[in-house]
């Protein structure tokens, strides 16, 4: 079992429609929780991380995290065709980010 | 967010030559950073841990001789890729830990370097 684990996709969303990118995790002592987006041939960059469980917004972005479900959410809503990236999935474990594969998330106008 | 710079972006050398990357973060001190790995269509693969001051910290199967890595300063890491093959042809990316309120830190990454072997 992998240690973060995605949806490869790639996923497929009309231009205004709801984007839902998930995201499971093995380790449950995990506690810290984030969301890149990489565009192809850049590094990633930090979209948002989350600490607790619940919701945490961030304009059109929503993080979900349920620790006793080892699972992680990202929304996107009002979906743009600049937001067709892949999206990466990462969790703290002892000081080290470890990420899942990525979700390629492709939104069409 | 924070600026973490990464030098050269693309380089491309001849096999059996050694490259050198730079990772510095510009307008924060890192006392921790960390060097990825990303073929086409994967995902980041951690090489190493860089903590100022002492010996980088490698992860299974990645070759320390290969990759040197050295974390002199709290704002410049480095990453030696010695005695290229077109094998370790990829992008390789750092990133440095900010900490930031509250509970964690926030890792930020430089812009990555395309590593091209001929």
């Known amino acids: 079992q992998k240690e973060v684990e995605q949806n490869s996709g790639p996923l497929s969303v009309p231009e205004g429609a709801i984007a839902s990118l998930n995201c499971t995790y093995s380790?449950?002592?995990?506690?810290?929780f984030f969301w890149y987006r990489q565009y192809s041939g850049k590094s990633p960059e930090l979209i948002m991380f989350i600490y607790s469980n619940g919701d945490k917004e961030d304009g059109r972005f929503t993080a979900q995290l349920n620790k006793a479900s080892q699972y992680v959410s990202l929304l996107i809503r009002d979906s743009q065709p600049s937001d067709s990236a892949t999206y990466l999935c990462?969790?703290?474990?002892?000081?080290?980010?470890?990420f899942g594969q990525g979700t390629e998330l492709s939104v069409k106008p | 967010g924070a600026v973490v710079s990464q030098h050269p972006s693309r380089v491309i050398c001849k096999s059996g030559t050694s490259v050198k990357i730079e990772c510095r973060s510009l307008d924060f001190q890192a006392t921790t950073m960390f060097w990825y790995r990303q073929f086409p269509k994967k995902s980041l693969m951690l090489m190493a841990t860089s903590n100022e001051g002492s010996k980088a910290t490698y992860e299974q199967g990645v070759e320390k001789d290969k990759f040197l890595i050295n974390h002199a300063s709290l704002t410049l890491s480095t990453l030696t890729v010695t005695s290229a093959h077109p094998e370790d042809s990829s992008f390789y990316i750092c990133s440095a830990l900010r900490a930031s309120g509250g509970a964690g830190t926030e890792a930020f990454f430089g812009q990555g370097t395309r590593l091209t072997v001929v």
């Open positions: 990462a969790v703290r474990r002892g000081g080290k980010l470890i």
């Open positions: 380790d449950r002592g995990s506690q810290s």
